[in-house]
C-alpha cells in the first residue's frame, strides 16, 4: 500500500535482505515510495534504518531483494550512481570542510561543478528561493549548526533530485528553524520531488509525512498515514510494547553541588565558541536544563566542567570546593562526570571494544585498575551491567564501539556514565539519534540520578526533552548564558527565542497558487 500524493510510486523496494557478522541489519524489507509523496522511515534504533537507506544510496550492496526507480530496474554501486539516477541524501553528520566556504563546500559534493562565479549565483538563487539564503564565500567554520545543515541541503538541491532522502535533518535547529525547512521540503514536494524522510522526533513526522514503514529488528511490522497516529501509538508501533512516560521525584533541591563563577575560557577549536562570564549554580537533586543551537558553546562548556579545558581553580566549584584547575580523572574520583555530545571519536574510541571503552572513564570509581594493572573481569561485568541495564543491542561486550548503530552506542556512553553514580553529572545531547522508547528510559535514568541527590546539566537541542526533565532552565548563545529560569511555564516558543531565533532563515518563496 503507498500513501502518497503522485500517481504511482517512484522507489519500489522489495526483499532487500543486509546482514553483517552477527547481526541481521534488513530481512526482506519491502516497501514503496510515491511520486511527491513524503514518506517516513520509522523504527528504534538499531532496527535498520540507517542500513536500509544507505543501500538506496550505494553505499551498501544488498545481499538480496531488487530496487526500482522510476519503473526501471536500480542498483546501484556507489552514491555517485545514485546521484546520477536523481537520487540524493542529507546525512545526519555534516561532510563539510571549516576551512573552506560555502561555494568550494558545495562544489566538492558535484561531479561536474561549473565555474565558480556561477555556482556562486546558483547557490543564491537556490537557497533564497528555498528559503535558507547562503552567503556562498562565507566560511563554513563561522557558520551556525542551522546555516550548515543549510549547506548540505541546497549541495543537494542543486542536483535536482527526484528523491531526497533525509537523516535526522532538525536535530541541529530551532523550533523556527525547523518550521521553515518544513516549508522549504513542502515547496519541494509541490513540485514533485519525493522524500524519504528519518527522524525520531514523531511530531515532525506527523506534521510532515503523507506515510511511513516502521522497520522493528530488520523487519517491516508496519505501515501508516502518521497523520491519523498519535505520537505515542507510532512510538509503540516502533517498539511493539507500551512507552512508559518518565517522572520525576519529587524532592526539594538540597545544597549547591556545583557553581560556575563567572566562567570564561577560550576555546580549543579554531572555529568554537569561547565561553564569556558564565555564572550559575547547579544543586543536588535539580536538573539544569541549558538549550542552545549548536555552535553555541555547548562542547566548551561540557570540556570546561570535565577537566578537559582547565580554568583558574574557583572559577568552578564542586560543593563549595574549587576544583578549576584539576583534570578529568581527578573530578571524576571527586565525583564529576560527563558525557560529550560526539559519541564516536570523544565518548568512545571506535576500534575498542565495549569492555576497552568502559575502562576508558569508568575505571577510577569503579576501581578496575589494581597496582597498576587491568580487572578485565571486572571491566567485562560493568560493560555487560551497563549493556544489560541500558538495552544496548550488540552481540556481546567485545564488539567494537563503531559495529554499534549510533543509537546504541550512545545508549552505551550515557549507561557508562550514570552506572557509575555520579554526585555531579553534565551530558551534552543525551538522546541524540536514539528512539523514542530508549530516549524515555535515559530521561528516567536521568531523573532518578537527579532524585537520588545528583546535581545534574543537560544541554541540548531537543526542547521537548529539556521541558521534560529540567528543573531550571537557561539559554547558551555565543558563549554566554542567560539567568535560569524555571522550567514549569515556559513556552516552546519562549525558549526558542532565547535560543537565537531561525539566525536569518526565512520562508520558502512558494509561487501564488501552488499549495505545499
Known amino acids: 500500500m503507498t500513501y502518497g500524493a503522485g500517481a504511482g510510486p517512484l522507489l519500489e523496494i522489495a526483499g532487500l535482505r543486509k546482514a553483517y557478522p552477527g547481526v541481521v541489519a534488513n530481512d526482506d524489507v519491502s516497501f514503496e515510495v510515491g511520486a511527491g509523496e513524503v514518506h517516513a522511515l520509522l523504527g528504534e534504533n538499531g532496527a535498520g534504518k540507517s542500513t536500509l537507506v544507505k543501500m538506496v544510496y550505494g ?51 558535484m561531479e561536474n561543478p561549473p565555474p565558480m562565479r556561477e555556482l556562486a549565483e546558483n547557490i543564491r538563487e537556490v537557497s533564497e528561493t528555498y528559503g535558507l539564503p547562503l552567503e556562498p564565500a562565507r566560511l563554513v567554520g563561522d557558520l551556525s549548526a542551522g546555516e550548515r545543515q543549510r549547506v548540505e541541503i541546497i549541495r543537494c538541491l542543486l542536483q535536482d533530485p527526484k ?79 507500551m512507552l512508559k512516560t518518565p517522572e520525576a521525584a519529587t524532592r526539594e533541591p538540597g545544597d549547591v553541588g556545583l ?5 570564561s575560557a ?41 577537566g578537559e579545558i582547565r580554568t583558574p581553580r574557583d572559577a568552578i566549584q564542586m560543593a563549595g570546593k574549587g576544583i578549576g584547575d584539576m583534570g578529568p580523572n581527578a573530578r571524576r574520583k571527586a565525583g564529576l562526570l560527563a558525557a560529550p555530545e560526539e559519541r564516536l571519536g570523544h565518548a568512545a574510541a571506535p576500534d575498542m571494544s565495549l569492555v576497552e571503552n568502559a575502562v576508558l572513564s569508568g575505571h577510577v570509581r569503579m576501581e578496575m585498575v589494581q ?46 556514565e550514570l552506572l557509575q553514580k555520579p554526585e555531579v553529572f553534565v551530558v551534552n545531547q543525551p538522546t541524540w539519534g536514539v528512539d523514542a522508547s530508549a530516549a524515555a528510559a535515559i530521561r528516567q535514568a536521568i531523573l532518578d540520578l537527579a532524585g537520588e541527590g545528583a546535581a545534574v546539566i543537560v544541554t541540548s537541542q531537543d526542547l521537548d526533552e529539556l521541558m521534560e526533565i529540567s528543573t531550571r532552565f537557561a539559554a547558551l548563545n555565543e ?21 537565537g531565533g531561525a539566525h536569518g532563515m526565512e520562508v520558502a518563496h512558494i509561487d501564488e497558487g501552488v499549495t505545499p
Not at 548564558?481 to 535560543?499: H, Q, V
Request: charged share 20%.
Open 59 to 109: 553505499l551498501v550492496k544488498p545481499d538480496a531483494g531488487q530496487m526500482r526507480f522510476a519503473g526501471a530496474a536500480y542498483a546501484p554501486t556507489s552514491p555517485h550512481e545514485a546521484r546520477a539516477t536523481g537520487i540524493a541524501m542529507v546525512f545526519q553528520h555534516f561532510s563539510l570542510f571549516e576551512a573552506l566556504d560555502v561555494a568550494e563546500n558545495v562544489t566538492l559534493g
Open 163 to 241: 528523491l531526497l532522502i533525509m537523516d535526522e535533518p532538525t536535530s541541529v535547529l530551532t523550533p523556527q528553524e525547523v518550521e521553515i525547512l518544513f516549508e522549504t521540503l513542502r515547496k519541494l514536494q509541490s513540485e514533485g520531488t519525493s522524500i524519504l524522510y528519518i527522524s525520531h522526533k514523531l511530531e515532525e513526522i506527523r506534521a510532515l509525512c503523507d506515510g511511513a514503514t516502521v522497520l522493528r529488528l530488520g523487519k517491516v511490522v508496519d505501515r501508516c498515514d502518521p497523520r491519523e497516529k498519535s505520537a505515542r501509538e507510532l512510538a509503540e508501533m516502533m517498539v511493539g510494547t
Open 259 to 263: 557553581s560556575l563563577n563567572k566562567l
Open 266 to 306: 577560550l576555546s580549543l577549536n579554531p572555529f568554537g565558541t569561547s565561553l564569556k562570564g558564565i555564572s550559575v549554580e547547579v544543586r543536588k537533586g535539580e536538573v539544569l536544563g541549558i538549550g542552545g543551537v549548536a555552535g553555541n558553546g555547548q562542547d566548551e562548556l561540557l570540556a570546561v566542567i570535565s
Open 371 to 416: 597496582n597498576g594493572f587491568i580487572d578485565w573481569g571486572k571491566a567485562r561485568g560493568f560493560a555487560d551491567a551497563v549493556i544489560k541495564s541500558f538495552d544496548v543491542r550488540t552481540p556481546g561486550a567485545g564488539n567494537a564501539a563503531r559495529s554499534l548503530s549510533g543509537g546504541n552506542l550512545q545508549k552505551f556512553v550515557i549507561g557508562r
Open 479 to 499: 558563549g554566554r548564558l542567560s539567568p535560569p529560569r524555571p522550567a514549569a511555564g515556559l513556552t516552546i516558543e519562549e525558549i526558542g527565542l532565547m535560543m
